[in-house]
């Protein structure tokens, strides 16, 4: 099939630049321009979450029409997912930070839903009018047809016996009132749902035992029990058809597989799909697994079941030839899409593409205030360890320049157990920008492939921190940038490896800038404790630790090797962070004061571990690119 209109839509587009030059660091620092797009399961209408760069707004346009039929400001409210039941009703999510509970420092990421009833214009939570114990959600909303009419499905707690359960509620969109379809027990983590709105599993947790159980004529049978200690199966939720279930397993090696359970005692099926963690696709309004999405070295690739499905997918792709393209959100009948294109020369630009009728329309582009020429190029790049070990990640290069003898900094990936992946970074973006080549290195511990995160058990602050400065060496080798003249810089375990190379593994760095990050690790493992047995094992296995009282632990943490420090650090951390707390900068600020260092420290109210928020995001960023230009000027 060719799509000749979408190819014509293309060409105008690419060749539509503003002319503008030298773009402001604020127009990569603040929220993109649109964060989400879902299309309505006829395909008719979209509705998009767009922002000015500190406010948000939730705009439904109707696609035949071009009008706007709602238009409504959220403010600052951090907006996690969109979700259409029906062609009149539209879910939001969002979430909020709150100290209900005393969790570590006293706050936790709640979730919250509401459904906006695009006839009446009226917006009411998804948990009003209701038996739950709260209004948070503990999971996400699930459509379906149930009993002719259309529900939704949604996790919410009941409070009995002193503990908080986990319960299934279905939420009525004719009148917004919901009741309790099954009410967990206390170890339930999580349902799923048929086509016909029907739960039929669980998945739960009895200490180090996880289990499946399944609805059965006689009540919940168990299907599956498995026990765990670091890695726990996953329940991905419902197969190919309503008899099916789907679940992820560890394979010992760093990468899970997917396994499949039948209710109706047909034998299981395989999914050959290689190394690596897949995503799951499922269909709109039914819920059934219809393909997966894995990144596969430094390339996305989608697979589906259904061969039209697929046919039809790579008939998208290769309308834009060279760019990368992200599926966002489908029609119920797998014709119509919503897609990101990532595109080299322009950045991330939704589309919208109509299949049956062969029409395209642009919808905006993530970084609206961005021209061709504010887009550094990205590259990967490759390089050894000192050890021997092959090692990848990417260099962004500010535009039209020679890659010779820049200053450079290294921007480091949080986890350790994620990665830097390909395609358009805007925090990468906006430090090239200023004239900053960027190497963001996927290190040992990092999710590229398993061998690679296994290679980082017990070299935290070790090997994974000299796989950094070994990246630095070999672009020094190569003439592209000035070894005398890098910094480092990263959030979360990157703000951890960038005080580690202010404090462990001196003599590369000029500056670093710690954001979110852990200082006193022993301290990081104590509050873990909070979250289970399993998050404390976590840590042990990266840190190659035994437990708290480890006297490795001082070995390696920054708190403790602050007299050490020999450059300029800036430390920033949110108020609200609910992963590391802030209490971690403000103890390592007081350690470099006591060490008779002067630190710069940025605390930033009400801000959590994601930057979600618009206003301090573009601090965070300015803030940082100040300090690293006066310490490291380009």
Same mark, same amino acid.
């Given at each position: 099939?060719?799509?000749?209109?979408?190819?014509?839509?293309?060409?105008?587009?690419?060749?539509?630049?503003?002319?503008?030059?030298?773009?402001?660091?604020?127009?990569?620092?603040?929220?993109?321009?649109?964060?989400?797009?879902?299309?309505?399961?006829?395909?008719?209408?979209?509705?998009?979450?767009?922002?000015?760069?500190?406010?948000?707004?939730?705009?439904?346009?109707?696609?035949?029409?071009?009008?706007?039929?709602?238009?409504?400001?959220?403010?600052?409210?951090?907006?996690?997912?969109?979700?259409?039941?029906?062609?009149?009703?539209?879910?939001?999510?969002?979430?909020?930070?709150?100290?209900?509970?005393?969790?570590?420092?006293?706050?936790?990421?709640?979730?919250?839903?509401?459904?906006?009833?695009?006839?009446?214009?009226?917006?009411?939570?998804?948990?009003?009018?209701?038996?739950?114990?709260?209004?948070?959600?503990?999971?996400?909303?699930?459509?379906?047809?149930?009993?002719?009419?259309?529900?939704?499905?949604?996790?919410?707690?009941?409070?009995?016996?002193?503990?908080?359960?986990?319960?299934?509620?279905?939420?009525?969109?004719?009148?917004?009132?919901?009741?309790?379809?099954?009410?967990?027990?206390?170890?339930?983590?999580?349902?799923?749902?048929?086509?016909?709105?029907?739960?039929?599993?669980?998945?739960?947790?009895?200490?180090?035992?996880?289990?499946?159980?399944?609805?059965?004529?006689?009540?919940?049978?168990?299907?599956?029990?498995?026990?765990?200690?670091?890695?726990?199966?996953?329940?991905?939720?419902?197969?190919?058809?309503?008899?099916?279930?789907?679940?992820?397993?560890?394979?010992?090696?760093?990468?899970?597989?997917?396994?499949?359970?039948?209710? !109706? %005692?047909? /034998?299981?099926?395989? #999914?050959?799909?290689? $190394?690596?963690?897949? +995503? *799951?696709?499922?269909?709109?309004?039914?819920?059934?697994?219809?393909?997966?999405?894995?990144?596969?070295?430094?390339?996305?690739?989608?697979?589906?079941?259904?061969?039209?499905?697929?046919?039809?997918?790579?008939?998208?792709?290769?309308?834009?030839?060279?760019?990368?393209?992200?599926?966002?959100?489908?029609?119920?009948?797998?014709?119509?899409?919503?897609?990101?294109?990532?595109?080299?020369?322009?950045?991330?630009?939704?589309?919208?593409?109509?299949?049956?009728?062969?029409?395209?329309?642009?919808?905006?582009?993530?970084?609206?205030?961005?021209?061709?020429?504010?887009?550094?190029?990205?590259?990967?790049?490759?390089?050894?360890?000192? !050890? %021997?070990? /092959?090692?990848?990640? #990417?260099?962004?290069? $500010?535009?039209?320049? +020679? *890659?010779?003898?820049?200053?450079?900094?290294?921007?480091?990936?949080?986890?350790?157990?994620?990665?830097?992946?390909?395609?358009?970074?805007?925090?990468?973006?906006?430090?090239?920008?200023?004239?900053?080549?960027?190497?963001?290195?996927?290190?040992?511990?990092?999710?590229?492939?398993?061998?690679?995160?296994?290679?980082?058990?017990?070299?935290?602050?070790?090997?994974?921190?000299?796989?950094?400065?070994?990246?630095?060496?070999?672009?020094?080798?190569?003439?592209?940038?000035?070894?005398?003249?890098?910094?480092?810089?990263?959030?979360?375990?990157?703000?951890?490896?960038?005080?580690?190379?202010?404090?462990?593994?001196?003599?590369?760095?000029?500056?670093?800038?710690?954001?979110?990050?852990?200082?006193?690790?022993?301290?990081?493992?104590?509050?873990?404790?909070?979250?289970?047995?399993?998050?404390?094992?976590?840590?042990?296995?990266?840190?190659?630790?035994?437990?708290?009282?480890?006297?490795?632990?001082?070995?390696?943490?920054?708190?403790?090797?602050?007299?050490?420090?020999?450059?300029?650090?800036?430390?920033?951390?949110?108020?609200?962070?609910?992963?590391?707390?802030?209490?971690?900068?403000?103890?390592?600020?007081?350690?470099?004061?006591?060490?008779?260092?002067?630190?710069?420290?940025?605390?930033?109210?009400?801000?959590?571990?994601?930057?979600?928020?618009?206003?301090?995001?573009?601090?965070?960023?300015?803030?940082?690119?100040?300090?690293?230009?006066?310490?490291?000027?380009?």
């Amino acid at each position: 099939m060719r799509i000749w209109l979408l190819s014509l839509l293309l060409m105008a587009f690419l060749g539509s630049g503003n002319g503008a030059t030298g773009a402001p660091l604020e127009a990569y620092a603040r929220l993109p321009s649109i964060e989400n797009v879902a299309v309505s399961p006829a395909g008719r209408t979209i509705a998009l979450i767009a922002t000015n760069g500190l406010q948000r707004t939730i705009i439904v346009r109707d696609l035949e029409s071009g009008q706007t039929t709602l238009r409504g400001a959220v403010g600052e409210h951090k907006i996690r997912d969109l979700k259409w039941a029906g062609e009149q009703h539209l879910i939001v999510v969002a979430s909020i930070a709150k100290d209900d509970l005393a969790l570590v420092n006293g706050y936790r990421e709640w979730f919250f839903g509401s459904l906006i009833d695009l006839n009446t214009k009226k917006i009411k939570p998804l948990m009003a009018k209701s038996t739950a114990d709260s209004g948070a959600i503990l999971g996400p909303p699930e459509v379906r047809i149930n009993d002719g009419q259309q529900a939704v499905f949604v996790p919410g707690l009941v409070l009995s016996g002193g503990k908080g359960l986990n319960s299934l509620f279905r939420v009525d969109l004719r009148n917004g009132t919901n009741r309790i379809v099954e009410k967990g027990a206390p170890d339930s983590v999580s349902w799923v749902i048929d086509s016909r709105g029907q739960p039929v599993a669980q998945e739960v947790i009895r200490g180090r035992e996880w289990s499946v159980i399944a609805r059965s004529e006689s009540g919940w049978r168990t299907l599956l029990s498995l026990p765990w200690d670091i890695d726990r199966p996953y329940l991905v939720g419902l197969g190919r058809d309503d008899a099916s279930l789907i679940y992820g397993v560890p394979d010992g090696k760093g990468d899970w597989s997917w396994k499949e359970i039948r209710l !109706d %005692g047909r /034998p299981a099926a395989e #999914f050959p799909f290689g $190394p690596g963690t897949p +995503r *799951p696709i499922f269909g709109a309004g039914d819920g059934r697994l219809i393909g997966y999405l894995k990144l596969v070295g430094d390339d996305y690739r989608y697979s589906y079941f259904d061969p039209a499905d697929q046919s039809a997918w790579d008939t998208v792709q290769a309308t834009f030839p060279g760019d990368r393209v992200h599926l966002v959100s489908g029609s119920a009948d797998r014709r119509k899409a919503v897609v990101l294109v990532d595109s080299p020369r322009n950045g991330p630009v939704y589309a919208f593409v109509d299949l049956r009728t062969r029409r395209a329309e642009w919808l905006g582009a993530s970084y609206a205030g961005l021209a061709p020429e504010d887009i550094g190029s990205r590259e990967r790049v490759q390089f050894n360890a000192a !050890d %021997g070990l /092959p090692l990848s990640g #990417f260099l962004t290069l $500010p535009h039209s320049r +020679r *890659p010779q003898d820049l200053p450079m900094v290294v921007l480091v990936h949080g986890g350790p157990a994620s990665r830097d992946t390909p395609g358009f970074d805007w925090w990468a973006q906006a430090v090239a920008s200023r004239g900053y080549a960027v190497l963001q290195v996927n290190y040992r511990g990092s999710t590229v492939t398993g061998e690679l995160m296994t290679s980082g058990y017990g070299q935290w602050g070790a090997k994974m921190q000299t796989d950094l400065s070994d990246g630095v060496r070999a672009l020094a080798a190569r003439g592209v940038i000035d070894p005398k003249r890098v910094c480092i810089m990263g959030a979360s375990y990157g703000g951890y490896a960038a005080l580690a190379g202010a404090t462990l593994d001196r003599g590369v760095y000029r500056c670093a800038v710690a954001i979110s990050a852990p200082a006193d690790l022993r301290k990081l493992i104590v509050d873990a404790r909070t979250f289970g047995r399993g998050a404390t094992r976590y840590w042990d296995r990266f840190m190659g630790v035994s437990g708290a009282d480890d006297p490795k632990l001082e070995r390696l943490s920054p708190l403790w090797n602050a007299a050490k420090a020999d450059i300029p650090i800036l430390l920033i951390h949110g108020t609200h962070d609910t992963v590391v707390p802030v209490e971690q900068s403000r103890a390592m600020a007081d350690a470099l004061r006591k060490a008779g260092k002067t630190p710069e420290v940025l605390i930033q109210e009400g801000e959590d571990h994601w930057l979600s928020g618009g206003a301090t995001r573009l601090e965070m960023v300015n803030a940082s690119m100040t300090f690293i230009e006066r310490h490291n000027p380009p």
